[in-house]
């Protein structure tokens, strides 16, 4: 059924009682062609555009848990591509692209908000850097704007620009056209639209292992029976070391918990992305009201899904040196994603030394703005067993080559 | 919050005392020259990464700033111990078998 308003009026007739499955829920088949490990937003989209744009039919993505269960519906959702190097701004903007006609695409409200995003700068290098990252994305054809502390006083008036502040705010990066969309709607617009193209969507199935006859993958073990397919791409965030570790594979990858929060909900009070490098937090506010709170990584490895609370502090810290009009604001809900961070703090997107084996990872701490554009390249790289031209040089061989793409500066959250 | 056992100090911390010093036994390699790039990006950039239990080094930051190797299981943070360098290097071998 094509959600339209029609459709919107017709249902409430029967008072929406009668709304279709958005989407099936099968058993898994004996064999496949492609097997996607992972339902999250990436692996989702990847298997939507090898249906789409690529013509492949017998596809199925194998989620562990549920769909819009994981990371891609408890992140802070903001979107924006003002990354510094050529090679990943131009990665993101191509994401940024996919995500001003996603609705359209999916046929599926993802609510995106392009209210814009602040980077703020707190020191002389903050500037230096802001105005250097600025400029790169001029080049890049990025729209991008350096914004003067006194601009930044009228367009955030909650928002502590002062000079008496601990760590004085002396400008921002600005991109207009960043913002943030609704998560879970991402991951049910993604899942409906591939279902709807016969991808099986098969839920509460962990692949326990990854079988291979001379080095070409055969299929996968789940925790549903053995399932044979002649290309398996892996999609799989915090544990994909997990994943590599099944055929032997070591990946430059180390998984974190990332925490982030919500508050209560209130009247609106930030109508923009705001975040920070130096004090380390980032806030905007979501249309149910709740503030959204992001936090840096916790320092050590690990697949708790927690986190140590010593990390809310200092995030609620950096949030009121910011916004001390916040000070009484009570925080709803945490969660601790796993997350895992790349040594350049750029992704993996690519093939294996094993045939047949993709993977698609090491987004770190900023993956869901790379949503459409990820599984679009991804896709095109699985069905052709080739890199799309914009994922070439995220290759796993770059770490040998030494050709690595240092994201540091510009991956808002601290690696 | 993580309680870490320091083995210098015999005393268990909290984490906001120490700081997190990645994968344990990551040993340069003795003659880079003679390695490939293959061997040298491994010992760089490849880690373990385990979901499970994982030696690692912490670094009690505000207390003796001594390095040590802590087990622990990153599935649930149980830690199973704590050793100083020159014990954990001394029993590696056991250490890694015992993983």
Not at chain 1, 12 to 32: F, I, V
Not at chain 1, 309 to 325: G, V
Not at chain 1, 357 to 374: D, E, I, Q, R, V
Request: proline share 5%; glycine share 10%.
């Amino acid at each position: 059924m094509k959600y339209s308003l029609l459709s919107l009026f017709r249902q409430g007739l029967s008072g929406h009682r009668n709304w279709p499955q958005a989407w099936t829920n099968p058993k898994p088949e004996s064999a496949y062609d492609i097997i996607i490990v992972g339902g999250g937003g990436h692996g989702l989209a990847t298997a939507f555009y090898l249906a789409s744009e690529h013509g492949k039919s017998n596809i199925a993505v194998l989620e562990k848990g549920y769909i819009g269960g994981g990371n891609t519906a408890r992140n802070t959702t903001i979107l924006r591509s003002n990354y510094l190097r050529d090679e990943s701004s131009r990665l993101f903007e191509h994401s940024m692209r996919m995500w001003e006609s996603l609705t359209d695409s999916l046929n599926f409200n993802v609510l995106l908000s392009q209210r814009g995003v602040y980077n703020l700068g707190h020191t002389l290098q903050d500037m230096r850097d802001i105005e250097r990252r600025v400029n790169a994305n001029y080049l890049g054809g990025i729209d991008a704007e350096v914004v003067s502390a006194q601009e930044l006083r009228e367009r955030i008036p909650l928002l502590n620009v002062s000079e008496h502040a601990r760590y004085p705010i002396l400008g921002a990066s600005y991109q207009a056209r960043g913002g943030i969309a609704r998560h879970d709607a991402v991951a049910w617009g993604y899942a409906r639209a591939a279902s709807k193209l016969g991808v099986d969507i098969i839920q509460q199935c962990e692949v326990t292992g990854i079988e291979r006859s001379n080095n070409t993958v055969t299929g996968v073990n789940t925790s549903r029976g053995f399932i044979r397919a002649s290309q398996v791409a892996c999609v799989t965030a915090g544990h994909s070391s997990v994943l590599a570790a099944m055929v032997g594979l070591r990946l430059p990858l180390e998984s974190h918990p990332l925490q982030a929060f919500v508050s209560e909900s209130m009247q609106p009070v930030i109508d923009t992305v705001v975040m920070s490098n130096t004090v380390h937090a980032y806030i905007s506010q979501s249309d149910k009201g709740d503030l959204v709170i992001g936090a840096g990584i916790d320092s050590y490895n690990g697949y708790s899904q927690r986190g140590s609370p010593h990390i809310n502090e200092h995030t609620a810290q950096a949030i009121l040196e910011m916004f001390p009009a916040l000070s009484r604001v009570r925080l709803n809900r945490q969660w601790g994603g796993i997350v895992d961070t790349c040594p350049d703090a750029c992704p993996i997107v690519g093939k294996t030394p094993v045939q047949g084996l993709y993977f698609n990872c090491g987004w770190g701490t900023g993956g869901f703005k790379a949503t459409p554009g990820s599984g679009h390249v991804f896709a095109h790289t699985i069905a052709h067993d080739e890199p799309h031209p914009l994922a070439a040089p995220f290759s796993l061989e770059r770490f040998c080559t030494g050709h690595l793409i240092d994201e540091h500066g510009a991956a808002a959250v601290a690696h | 919050m993580l309680l870490i056992p320091c083995p210098y100090c015999q005393h268990i911390f909290e984490e906001e005392d120490f700081a997190y010093a990645g994968e344990a036994f990551i040993e340069r390699p003795p003659q880079p020259e003679q390695i490939s790039d293959q061997e040298w990006a491994d010992y760089l950039f490849m880690r373990n990464n385990p979901k499970g239990p994982h030696l690692e080094q912490w670094i009690h930051a505000a207390g003796c700033r001594k390095f040590f190797v802590v087990k622990r299981n990153t599935a649930n943070n149980r830690i199973e111990g704590s050793w100083t360098m020159a014990k954990a290097h001394a029993g590696k071998n056991d250490l890694l078998e015992r993983l």
